[in-house]
């Protein structure tokens, strides 16, 4: 393989950096502080921008914010998930953004190189970035998310459409002030987006081949004091492994880049291409740097899925 393998350091989005959203944050009230929720009530936080379910009932005056009340001695409150405006912006990929089309935000999140769309469920993107907020559109891109790449002529009139799950921009103009205008349809069905992720793509080296993809399942088997076997079913990720080459000059650069990210949720790419959807991964990434030629070292980097 010829690819670049790069990591992607991704801007935390916060309140002030989402200008628009499509995706209302409205599923639930928000928590009014005077107001007695009964057990399996929910409402929603705008500061914290989650959903949250009271435990018990004659809860009133109980913050669902304040981490006391949710892990105290008295339980009052369970905390659901994000809004489902903010469930792309949450790190988790397995919770999404699901609007019936057209999903349109905006972000101004600095400077940023790429980004990274996981968790897709759509038929087209669109994307446009201005060099400040109102400002030149330095870079566009309209396209149809389609991940068939047939590999022969009968495949390409017979076989099935095949959605492309996920979605990569990168070589984007730098700008200080930089706005992006994400916009994605879907003809029959809600638009779904897992994970939106914007930062610094940073290219580590060449991947190699042997790119090692491994879905897990937390999901488990229980059996009964009869011996009945019940599956649980629970959600699932993927693990990936992966080599690279690169130049001992770039050595001191790429550690670098693994230790400010060893904590942080991040997106491995070993190939930007369609038909390589299997190596793209997000979670906790790992690696060593391996100094065993006089003019090149080899990097292994591995990578945790998260849900």
Sequence with gaps: MSDDLSILAPVAITDAMLISSSAAENEYAAYNPTATYVAGARCISAVTHRVYESALGGNVGKDPTNIANRAGTTIWWIDIGPTNRWSMFDGVVSTQTSIASTLT???????????????????????????????????????????????????????????????????????????????????????????????????????????????????YIKVDDAGNNTIKKRKSSTDLSATAMLELTDANMVLGTLKSVLDVPCVVICSDRVVHEGLRCFGLVSGEVSYDHPTHCQLTVNVQGLI
Excluded: C, H, M, W
Excluded at 122 to 130: E, G
Excluded at 133 to 152: I, N, Q, R, W
Excluded at 172 to 192: H, M, Q
């Design 105 to 219: 935000v905006v972000i101004r999140p600095g400077v940023f190189n790429a980004f990274y769309l996981g968790g897709l469920d759509a038929d087209t993107i669109s994307y446009a970035i201005r060099d400040a907020p109102g400002g030149v559109v330095v870079s566009t891109y309209s396209g149809v998310l389609e991940g068939s790449a047939p590999d022969d002529y009968y495949e390409y009139f017979f076989d099935r459409f095949k959605p492309q799950a996920d979605f990569t921009a990168s070589a984007i103009p730098e700008y200080n002030a930089a706005e992006l205008t994400l916009t994605l349809t879907k003809a029959s069905g809600n638009v779904k987006v897992g994970i939106l992720a914007i930062g610094d793509l940073r290219p580590l080296g060449k991947t190699q081949f042997g790119v090692k993809a491994k879905p897990k399942t937390f999901s």
